[in-house]
């Protein structure tokens, strides 16, 4: 009898576990003993057993669903150069998961001013989703917030943290946007945010939709690399990638080098952030085994906030769902906090980042140049 009751138990938790999983289950078994056992299990399940293929799988998917004009993201614009996308300008969209907010420029942030206004330090930041987040409620808003608390002096009157991440974008296009759409507003320093998504090789999904849509490449270097992967227009994108693959060390190194030299042309600083996902860890550091050697020789400030998940208990309670891997409001929180802790103690990080001990008349409006960068940090 006793056995036979473990058994219709287990039968029962498994299939209440079957239709968690393939459906959301009815209001009348969510609010019993067995529904509300079946829900801790899975998340249990689904937390412990998420995978550094699982990140991937989302990766790949979440860049194919903002590609589906008009149908699964309305807020891109879709280019026929380089960048591929970018955002509408004055977005107000407020969708079942998905909410989008844009200024006249396209930008994920209130309105500025292409000219930087007199006396302000300005902060262009670049990445992808991950620097997005909840509307004035990211870790871009919270560390401009912050710094207009804390860290005006005679000479920088103003602080502005521009937002000019866009979601889906890899290490080619976070590049293309500093050359073509940060230059323009002067920034005193470039803020790469480095993410999983930007040390993966899936760059080459830029590339291959470039080559379907019979978009120039624009550069000698892609070029050759796409000649020398013998890619052609007509393979699947899963084949481009599958040759493209080898070439991700080069081509990560190469766009990092053109944002360097591109920052040093402007006179401007480039400060290099290692931004993680909320999952455990043992899945974030392998992203970045390959493209740290890259990154410390390339002689620029950066500042690792891996760490910034590494004590929590519940990394659902950070994300945006269960199994979307994009950091919520607290999430975000938690990055500005291990963000600003760290420059705010290193002298080196706060004169690069915060443009503490400036000379007087560098914050005026005009860009300034800078006899040599700051020691890097070691991620």
């Known amino acids: 009898m006793k056995n036979s009751f473990e058994r219709s138990a287990i039968a029962s938790?498994?299939?209440?576990?079957?239709?968690?999983?393939?459906?959301?289950?009815?209001?009348?078994?969510?609010?019993?003993?067995?529904?509300?056992?079946?829900?801790?299990?899975?998340?249990?399940?689904?937390?412990?057993?998420?995978?550094?293929?699982?990140?991937?799988?989302?990766?790949?998917?979440?860049?194919?669903?903002?590609?589906?004009?008009?149908?699964?993201?309305?807020?891109?614009?879709?280019?026929?150069?380089f960048l591929e996308y970018d955002y509408k300008p004055n977005l107000?969209?407020?969708?079942?998961?998905?909410?989008?907010?844009?200024?006249?420029?396209?930008?994920?942030?209130?309105?500025?001013?292409?000219?930087?206004?007199?006396?302000?330090?300005?902060?262009?930041?670049?990445?992808?989703?991950?620097?997005?987040?909840?509307?004035?409620?990211?870790?871009?808003?919270?560390?401009?917030?912050?710094?207009?608390?804390?860290?005006?002096?005679?000479?920088?009157?103003?602080?502005?943290?521009?937002?000019?991440?866009?979601?889906?974008?890899?290490?080619t296009q976070i590049m293309e946007t500093m050359i073509e759409k940060a230059a323009p507003f002067h920034p005193d320093v470039y803020m790469v945010a480095i993410t999983g998504v930007g040390v993966s090789h899936r760059w080459s999904f830029h590339i291959g939709h470039l080559l379907q849509r019979k978009i120039d490449l624009k550069y000698d270097f892609l070029r050759k690399v796409v000649a020398d992967a013998h890619v052609r227009p007509s393979d699947s994108l899963?084949?481009?990638?599958?040759?493209?693959?080898?070439?991700?060390?080069?081509?990560?190194?190469?766009?990092?080098?053109?944002?360097?030299?591109?920052?040093?042309?402007?006179?401007?600083?480039?400060?290099?952030?290692?931004?993680?996902?909320?999952?455990?860890?043992?899945?974030?550091?392998p992203q970045f085994s390959s493209a740290r050697p890259i990154i410390e020789k390339l002689g620029v400030p950066v500042i690792d906030l891996l760490d910034t998940y590494a004590a929590s208990k519940n990394f659902i309670e950070l994300r945006v769902s269960r199994d979307d891997v994009h950091a919520n409001a607290r999430g975000h929180e938690m990055v500005f906090e291990n963000l600003y802790r760290k420059v705010e103690q290193d002298p080196k990080l706060s004169d690069v980042v915060f443009g503490t001990g400036q000379s007087k008349g560098a914050h005026s409006g005009a860009t300034h140049s800078l006899a040599s960068p700051a020691a890097p940090t070691s991620p």
């Open 13 to 81: 938790v498994a299939i209440l576990l079957g239709l968690l999983i393939v459906i959301k289950l009815p209001a009348s078994i969510q609010n019993t003993r067995m529904g509300r056992l079946a829900d801790r299990v899975l998340s249990k399940i689904r937390v412990t057993n998420f995978k550094a293929e699982d990140l991937e799988t989302l990766d790949a998917g979440y860049y194919e669903g903002l590609r589906k004009e008009g149908s699964v993201d309305p807020s891109l614009r879709f280019r026929d150069d």
């Open 92 to 171: 107000h969209l407020s969708v079942a998961g998905l909410g989008r907010t844009t200024n006249s420029l396209g930008m994920y942030d209130r309105e500025y001013t292409v000219e930087k206004p007199p006396h302000t330090w300005r902060i262009a930041l670049l990445g992808d989703s991950m620097a997005l987040g909840p509307f004035g409620h990211n870790y871009e808003s919270l560390l401009e917030n912050r710094l207009n608390e804390a860290q005006l002096n005679p000479d920088i009157q103003k602080f502005e943290v521009l937002n000019f991440a866009v979601g889906g974008y890899r290490i």
């Open 238 to 285: 899963e084949t481009m990638d599958r040759k493209l693959a080898p070439f991700t060390p080069a081509v990560f190194d190469w766009c990092l080098e053109q944002m360097k030299e591109e920052a040093s042309k402007q006179g401007a600083r480039m400060v290099i952030l290692l931004i993680p996902e909320p999952v455990s860890s043992d899945l974030i550091y």
